[in-house]
């Protein structure tokens, strides 16, 4: 029995559990990607989202232009049927001062007529018709003011008349303008419709992708939580294995490492400080210290790499190297908290004393700083 414990304390944490750590590193991987693919489906839907906001505004627009439209048509069709009506009133108008002005001429040439005819019986009878010369002077003047009433009629009537006409020509004018502006009008209405039912159109599409673009999220929202619910399924397989191996660990950590001195290399705080990232990004600082523990612990353990590279690159371990998020920060930035952690960490500020770290389920008994355990 001492034997077969001795050999446990003695196999390489990396040969231990690997087939489980590498289904649950290619799990986080797939993860990973399907996050990815959920971040692209989303991003979609939010750019065609945006796409539909600005056609319904556009659509909203042009059918705010389509009813000025309107109410200008409208407008100007009253307007057309009030000139109308003044024209035909001018018309009228026109009509009966013409006709005035032809029976006043027409009874001026018969009064004119009538008295060159008999002009001579006319001024003997009115002489020895009249009572008195002054009587025969006022007849006489008679007929010089029906002469002067006849032609100041004529001027009256014609200057009625070109008056009348020109109105006529005026209103007319302005109704060519009237028509013009309604047939511009009309142009621009049925240009607004036509640009209406292409933004109709490019909507209707727009809402269609938008349909499509959402289902696919769905999809991917689907597969990965059915991802992740594997992960978690994988978890706890691998904690319960290491529960079952948990004396052979704690043997490990029983080993002397005091004596170890390790000098950091000048991109250690900045790798350190990217695994910290990815596997605690989301915890206290007090979570981020303990990973950074980990990993200095077992650059100074003999069951592991002696270098901060060798421990996070080591096959099998941090699920954050084998789906590419590491690299993936190292390339975006590590954030300060997490450089600082690494930091304190590589001068000595260790808060663990252990070399594993799981999503805590219950299984392990360790340490729990938030959302991990520490055993």
Known sequence: MAAVWLLACMIPVGAVSATTQDEINDAKNRIDELQDEKEEAEEQVDTITDRREELEGSLGRLNGQLSDIVGQINDLERQLSEKETEIDKAEEELTAAVEQYDQQYEDMKLRIQFMYENSDTNVWQMLLESASFTDFLNRTEYVSDINAYDRSMLKKFEALREEIAERKKELEGQREELVSMQQDMQEKKNSVNSMIAATQGDLEKAKADLSDAQASVDE?????????????????????????????????????????????ETSDTYLLGAIIQCESGGE???????????????????????????????????????????????????????????????????????????VNNGIIQGTVIGNHVFY
């Open 284 to 358: 206290s600082y007090e979570g981020k210290l303990a990973v950074g523990s980990v990993v200095m612990n077992r650059v100074k353990s003999s069951y592991f790499p002696n270098t901060i590279a060798g421990v996070i690159y080591e096959p099998g371990q941090f699920s954050p190297v084998a789906s590419g998020r590491l690299a993936y920060c190292m390339q975006t930035g590590v954030d300060s908290a997490c450089l600082q952690a690494a930091q304190e960490v590589l001068n000595g500020k260790i808060t663990v004393n252990c070399l594993y770290f799981r």
């Open 220 to 264: 991917v929202s689907e597969r990965l939580a059915k991802m992740i619910e594997y992960e978690k399924e994988l978890e706890i397989k691998k904690a319960k294995e290491d529960a079952a191996r948990l004396a052979a660990i704690k043997a490990q950590e029983q080993e002397d490492t005091s004596g170890v001195v390790y000098v950091p």
